[in-house]
């Protein structure tokens, strides 16, 4: 049975001050009907244009470059930009880090969960009105026959949260992609909101792509993990697995540098030097001047990514350093 | 403890709102940091502890209760010489930099101001601050739109450093990083606690950030403290259901599957406070009591410094 | 309390991300091309006004009543005017005397109008207040007719519109410096300044206002084709300079009586007056362009 969302070598390029460079390069990612992937990457890692790519929201300077799109093994164009309509048709949605831009401040909450049913469902007025009620019961807006009529900027940031899943939902898609979508919230709500996606996808089976820069909440929510680096997939495997035992000195490095709540007077391993300058990658692996286990041969050509186990890949030329347990960069935390 | 080094009493600030009301974004909270010692003040957004971190550090006047530094009480109107003593660093490290003052300027001026160092010492002492921080000399000519997140970080320690406090406040110090450069900053404020023997505040929403580096925790909830006490007590028996749940609700490494606290709905708005404890309209184990009365904060045990201010929250007997 | 390391030892050796570049205001400014248009254009017509005593063939006061009304010839490169006046003198020397009456009656609603509109945005307080309702009044009232009537009081001449320009021109200073303040002010750097120990004034002045001053500046530069445009239209209406010194606004006034037989007399300063308040517009937006964060 084809996986729900497959992408195949995407590469999208992005234009700076007349200069182009690769935001995405090469990126391939799998999601099987029914699961969750998380993929995880720091700040320029290229995680929500890839995001976006699928969406077809890419910004105006960036543009698809190669790669194809698959949902329910049907192509989708992956061309910049695509229509809603298309958007509907291949049945994804998404959610953003903050609901206040993404939702129109102008418009009523109710309005705009019903606003899909009643436009393109074809739904009467009515109609859409009890479906977009029923929504924002499923989400777990309190009163929502109040709320329907509430602008944005009255609600809570975890509400307005739970109303952006609500219009998500409202167009019936089978993949739900989020980009960042707890990063700005309180703990105790993100705790909500990551229960609220849980219990959508056990009940409708809603396939999850979710990015974030958190090690600890993509392990709360995912099956599988892709980790990013510099614009490329540098590991990829079950939740479990990858945080467990990680097969990629970058993987291993960010998890030596988190820290924990339950353990005190760690020594969380910052990561030295920098993200390479997206116009000037370095030779062969993109990690390579920052890693603590650098060989020569890791600068002298393209590293690819590369099953290493069932279900596990890395585009590492040395991870079976790591297979042993943390990488050794230094004292580990405990 | 002795004479703590910077102690906060009854503190009180409200804003007031159109219509008459008034907001109390912080309302009697009371705590003490011993000499040395980081004090970790953990809570969500609208829990009042940036305010009390800016009335701390003089940037904001309480309508009523005292701060006081060494036992000497801080008027509204601070002296340099107490200004000097408490500094503050922002959660925002792009909007905490002046965009047109390169670094050594900067340094130079509060150098000058309060006189710290003959005009002869200034590149030498301003070359210290940088590398107390971590970074390269020639930061020293950049502007701060040359650097990255955390290095703009780093500058704003060492600013805050140049008028050698004995008290460092940090609103948020590491929640704009990215988590690789987070390690970098809690590192160098354990340092210079321990090599400098700085007295800090660190306001955090993350609970593993403020346990990485505090002694003393106390955990507020619209505006008031709720659970306070030295870390290792404070974390190993967690007594306030908030505290509780703030703590079930920290993301885990080693935790698969959605974690999901005790925790009903969403904090009210501070406005319109609920009767009785604040807390209740969300507690899982709120009791009739709890609707009428406020709880008083209270130690665990007798003779301990674990505070919490909840019905149920001390040991029974 | 005594340092740590010696100097240059770092602390950590982690994150040791390089320093972004900075190109100097000078290599930027080059590469903006609104901002080199405008010099340049700019810069020729002032280098033109201050060389007037040198290339301008004949005094503009000159009048040759045997010669009037020639078009170019050798001996007069634009022509004469009605007086038999060299018209070319008379557009350098023109020129000279709008540039400086431009520049200086702008010097005044620049320099104090910043000042005050920081001052009202860093202080905020019963001084806004006040300030932003006398700022409301004067706007209340239309630009022109307020110019006009001040001098038609005060006197014609340049002294009367240093003055009219002086009581009027302030306000957009104050609002455009005001909103900058505001912006600054709620910044955590300028809490941290004072936080630092540093005295308001101090803030005020070496803080806030350098933050507050590039937009007036780049307000000035199409302030001063403002006052140009006002001063010729003073002229045009025989309140501005007063004759026989030259100045575009009155060539345009008196070669109105012409305009069917001789239009150069009109035509040739209202070029000089659009190419320079082009010139100017261009440094202005040039200069926007370089102030906006990279």
Redesign the interface.
Known sequence: MSPLLEVSDLTVEVQRQRRVFRAVDGVSLCLPDGGSLGIVGESGSGKSMTLRAVMGLLPRAARVRGGTVRVAGELVTARGERSSADRRRHRLAMIFQDPLAALDPVMTVGAQVAEAPRRVGGLSARAARERALGLLRLVGIPDPARRYASYPHELSGGLRQRVMIAVALSADPAVLLCDEPTTALDVTIQAQILALLQDLRDAQGLGLVFVTHDLAVVGQICDQIAVMYAGRIVETGPAAAVLGAPRHPYTAALLASAIDVDSARQVPQAIPGAVPDPFRPPPGCPFQPRCPIAQPDCAAGPVPLRDIAPGRSAACLHHDMLADGPAPAGPGHG | MADPRLEATDLMVSFPLPGGRALRAVDGVTFRVGAGQILGLVG??GCGKTTAA?CM???LTPQSGAVRLDGVELGARRS?AQ??A???I???PY???????TVRRMLR??LA??QLVPRAAME??C?????????????LG??P????G??RQRI?IA?AL???PRVLIADEPVSSL???????I???FA?LRD???LTMIIIS?????V??LSDQVAVMYLGRVVEEGA??EL?GSVRHPYAR?????????????????D?L???PSPVDLPSGCRFHPRCPQAADICLTEDPLPRPTRSGSTHIVACHFGADPG | MTAGPAAGVPLTDDDQAPIGSRASFGARAVRTPAFVAGVSVTGVIVLLALLAPVIGRYSPVQQNLLATLQGPSAAHWLGTDEFGRDIWSRLLYGGRTDLQVGVLAVLFPFCFGSLLGTLCGYLGGSLDAIVMRVVDVVLAFPFYVLIIALVFFVGEGTHGIFIAFALTDWVVYTRTTRGAALVATSQDWVAAAEGGGLSRRRVLLRHVLPNTISQAIVYAMSDIVLVILAVVTLGYLGLGIQPPAPDWGAMISDGQAFITVHPWLSIIPGIAIIVTGVGLSLIGDGLADLQRPQ
């Open positions: 969500e957004s800016r550090a003089g940037l340099t200004r000097r408490i500094q503050m922002f959660q925002d909007s905490s930099l002046n965009p047109r003052l001026e509060l101001v309060h030498e002492r070359q210290e601050l940088m590398s107390l921080v971590g970074l390269p000399a020639a930061a950049g502007l739109g040359q650097f990255s955390g290095q704003a600013r140049a008028t050698e990215d988590v690789s450069v987070q390690a970098t809690l590192r160098l340092d090599r400098l023997g929403h993350n609970l593993a950030v346990r990485q870390a290792g974390f749940a703030l703590l079930a609700a920290a993301p885990r490494l080693r935790q698969r599957g959605v974690a999901r606290p925790l709905g969403e904090p």
